[in-house]
């Protein structure tokens, strides 16, 4: 990397720093006047991750294009999942909790801003922890919130969207509940590092690794494509075929499958 790039990726990172640093303690000022309210811990929460989202996304240089129509609250929304950027590009245009895997809460940047955003954490060692899970997403849809959920289970380059996991749709499918859809894809400029090396994050790349790579980009694209309608189905696993079928059908691939083999 020439000494440009190396300052690009310095500057950025203290920016970065500095916007999660403001917004944690913005966040926990106006926490105490929001206690008596839990719909007002909510709007609260959901304030301070979108503008953490875009704050973050501006200094990325990440540009986020919508088509369709968010979903409004109270609801479940599922995603194909390609990397932890995928939160910040939901999170600066819906407003919710995710689901996420317990480590994420001790990554730098994501980490801080998820342990304080309500974030469900599950930990894949313990059996406990998806009913634990499921609980939680019931007593906030039913409170009125909204619930972010990456059913694949892990992140990928990109090539397609992988069979999503049932588990965590357990209570829509019981409830009759509809589930909203989204569909994600990245971009690079042409002479950059390519959207599956620099933004996807999968297999066995190192997260400060990538990190240094995304913060060395000029700039990548994100679109998000909601779907037209929710769907039902008493059958979790009838519901996460459905789902995954929808998402596939308007995805657009990171990288086909061809370039993928060639490079591996």
Known sequence: MTPIVWLRIGVRFVSLSA???????????G??????????????RDRQLRGWSRGLLRVLGG????????PRHPFLLVSNHLSYVDVMVLGSVVQGVFVA?????????????????DTIFVDRGSRRSVPR?????????????????FPEGTSSPGVEVLPFTSPLLAVAARKLQPVSYATLTYATDAGEMPAHLSVCWWGDMTLVGHIVHLLSLKRF?????????????????????????AVAESFDPVVSAEELCHEL
Do not use: M, Q, Y
Not at 63 to 70: D, L
Not at 133 to 149: K, M, N, P, S, Y
Not at 221 to 232: K, M, N, S, W, Y
């Open 19 to 29: 916007i999660t640093l403001i917004r944690l303690n913005v966040w926990l000022v």
């Open 31 to 44: 926490i105490p006047f929001t206690r008596s309210s839990p719909r007002a811990r909510g709007r609260w």
């Open 63 to 70: 540009r986020v294009t919508c088509f369709g129509t968010p």
């Open 101 to 117: 895997k317990s480590e994420v809460a001790r990554w730098p940047f994501i980490g801080p801003l998820t342990r304080w955003g």
């Open 133 to 149: 899970a499921l609980e939680r997403i019931e007593e906030l849809i039913d409170a009125g919130d909204a619930v972010i959920v």
């Open 221 to 245: 694209r994100a679109t998000v494509i909601f779907g037209d309608e929710p769907l039902i189905d008493p059958d979790r696993k009838e519901l996460a075929r459905r789902l995954r079928d």
